[in-house]
């Protein structure tokens, strides 16, 4: 399997997309951190001085998401239909688990736009909460799901047992036709 952006002599390139058709196509990333119980229960009981930390960290990740392209070189700027974005305290953990959904009609997949709302949601508890606790841990930003497009819906617990990239072929296991 060819990496997609290199070009014949190995030099970066943005992948044309122009003749790919649209397809309605999804991603989940998830992410967590870690804190100790009692940032958490200064988060729960919403008396952060700094405010609401997982209303800001929602709206953080959903204007990442739709930015995502102005970040990551060679993504494509891509017309969102939707970004959810939630957060859900975890007393185990101690910790937030983050789950983001991304959305789009169009000829490339919304992967990219998933990690990083994750990633940028969990980025801004941590600046909302350093204050308090520097000893946050931002852990698990991994691709979850992802549906659309010629290569199929893709799901995280078929190919976990995958050993390593090298043995992925063209058609992956986990790749599966919706």
Do not use: N
């Not at 953080?60 to 392209?69: E, M, N, V």
């Amino acid at each position: 399997m060819a990496l997609t952006h290199l070009d014949s002599q190995g030099a970066a390139r943005m992948v044309d997309v122009g003749d790919k058709p649209d397809t309605r196509r999804e991603a989940v990333a998830t992410a967590a951190i870690s804190m100790r119980p009692e940032t958490l229960a200064l988060i729960q009981d919403g008396g952060h001085p700094k405010g609401d930390v997982l209303a800001v960290a929602r709206i953080a990740g959903i204007q990442a998401a739709k930015r995502t392209w102005e970040l990551i070189p060679l993504c494509h700027p891509l017309m969102l239909t939707g970004v959810k974005v939630e957060l859900q305290p975890d007393e185990d953990l101690p910790g937030i688990r983050i789950s983001a959904r991304c959305r789009v009609q169009g000829p490339t997949g919304v992967e990219m736009e998933a990690l990083t709302a994750a990633s940028v949601a969990a980025l801004t508890i941590y600046d909302m909460c350093k204050a308090v606790d520097r000893g946050m841990v931002i852990e698990q930003v991994r691709l979850e799901e992802k549906s659309g497009g010629a290569s199929g819906h893709w799901l995280r617990d078929t190919v976990e047992s995958v050993a390593s990239a090298a043995d992925v072929s063209e058609t992956p296991e986990g790749f599966q036709p919706r």
